[in-house]
T-cell receptor, first 113, second 109 residues
Framework: GAGVSQTPSNKVTEKGKYVELRCDPI?????LYWYRQSLGQGPEFLIY????????DSGLPNDRFFAVRPEGSVSTLKIQRTERGDSAVYLC???????????FGPGTRLTVL | KNEVEQSPQNLTAQEGEFITINCSYS?????LHWLQQHPGGGIVSLFM???GKKKHGRLIATINIQEKHSSLHITASHPRDSAVYIC???????????FGKGTKLTVNP
């Protein structure tokens, strides 16, 4: 693909529900990051994958949050028992070592009612 | 205290003015990114710096590693430069980014 894509672009859910957010990275880029951006704030790191494994998940706020990347390509961020405070834009990014640059997806705007 | 601080938070300029946005960081870094975010959320990387200065068109970015400070300059600003500019420090090894809160720039015609 031409860039990092994320689906859905918008997700509205009710408190307590389960949601999955998907990231389709640039083909061949092994490093994948999830960030969360609350309104009026800069993004915050959630988790980083190198290949299939989570190399650093220190940014996940609690055990309701989980992310997988089973085949080293597509990644899914999973949020259980959503809370209103989870409302934010969830961003996925790939690092391209050829350009020494991070390429960001358009984000998924999650709204928990 | 945030590990990456930006100033100012908001900046309004007239078209043609020279713009400076500042970024200070307290973490050890391997490099620093300047990012641009337009309404709707899309983030684009403008520069990645580990030393010195880089220029791209009307944009110039500088970094002083000893002083832990970077600046983004926009010459001959234009209304289409209106966006949020975010400074992000790269924590070595993982390439994990630590972000500033962003500077909202509005350039009026």
């Amino acid at each position: 693909g031409a860039g990092v894509s994320q689906t859905p672009s918008n997700k509205v859910t009710e408190k307590g529900k389960y949601v999955e957010l998907r990231c389709d990275p640039i083909s061949g880029h092994t490093a994948l990051y999830w960030y969360r951006q609350s309104l009026g704030q800069g993004p915050e790191f959630l988790i980083y994958f190198q290949g299939t494994g989570a190399a650093d998940d220190s940014g996940l706020p609690n055990d309701r949050f989980f992310a997988v990347r089973p085949e080293g390509s597509v990644s899914t961020l999973k949020i259980q028992r959503t809370e209103r405070g989870d409302s934010a834009v969830y961003l996925c990014a790939n690092f391209d070592p050829s350009y020494n640059e991070q390429f960001f997806g358009p984000g998924t705007r999650l709204t928990v009612l | 205290k945030n590990e990456v601080e930006q100033s100012p938070q908001n900046l309004t300029a007239q078209e043609g003015e020279f713009i400076t946005i500042n970024c200070s960081y307290s973490v050890g870094i391997s490099a620093l990114h300047w990012l641009q975010q337009h309404p709707g959320g899309g983030i684009v990387s403008l520069f990645m710096l580990s030393s010195g200065k880089k220029k791209h068109g009307r944009l110039i970015a500088t970094i002083n590693i000893q002083e832990k400070h970077s600046s983004l300059h926009i010459t001959a600003s234009h209304p289409r430069d209106s966006a949020v500019y975010i400074c992000a420090a790269v924590q070595g090894g993982s390439e994990k980014l630590v972000f500033g809160k962003g500077t909202k720039l509005t350039v009026n015609p």
